[in-house]
């Protein structure tokens, strides 16, 4: 099993990202998937999740965050928009085995992680 994180950068305030997950040895029908993100010193928090068809989504920065899912590639993205300084942490997306539906919280329903993405916001 393996996540992989890539499309992280530096990027100006107000700029925008979007992360990718590509999930190899699961398939991600059977799964929900969320995207976490660590800045230093803090602990890693919950910022959204989709389900397995993407039939239920979870936000907690909905304004700005967008999550979606192609079954056809394994592959889940997070689109950022508008991002401030704040948002700098290193990113991680993860797995917890509820396809139909989920939350972004608690992160210890979430089974596999990748080993993350790092998103630099400045001036």
């Known amino acids: 099993l393996l996540l992989v994180e890539s499309g992280g950068g530096s990027v100006q305030p107000g700029g925008s990202l979007r992360l990718s997950c590509a999930a190899s040895?699961?398939?991600?029908?059977?799964?929900?998937i969320g995207w976490f993100r660590q800045a230093p010193g803090k602990e890693r928090e919950g910022i959204s999740c989709?389900?397995?068809?993407?039939?239920w989504t979870n936000y907690l920065y909905s304004d700005r965050f967008t999550i979606s899912v192609d079954n056809a590639k394994n592959t889940v993205y997070l689109q950022m928009y508008r991002l401030k300084l704040e948002d700098t942490a290193v990113y991680y997306c993860?797995?917890?085995?509820?396809?139909?539906?989920?939350?972004?919280?608690?992160?210890?329903?979430?089974?596999?992680w990748g080993q993350g993405t790092q998103v630099t916001v400045s001036s």
């Open positions: 989709i389900s397995s068809k993407g039939t």
């Open positions: 993860a797995v917890t085995p509820f396809p139909n539906m989920c939350t972004a919280r608690p992160l210890g329903q979430y089974v596999y």
């Open positions: 040895g699961i398939t991600l029908d059977d799964y929900s």
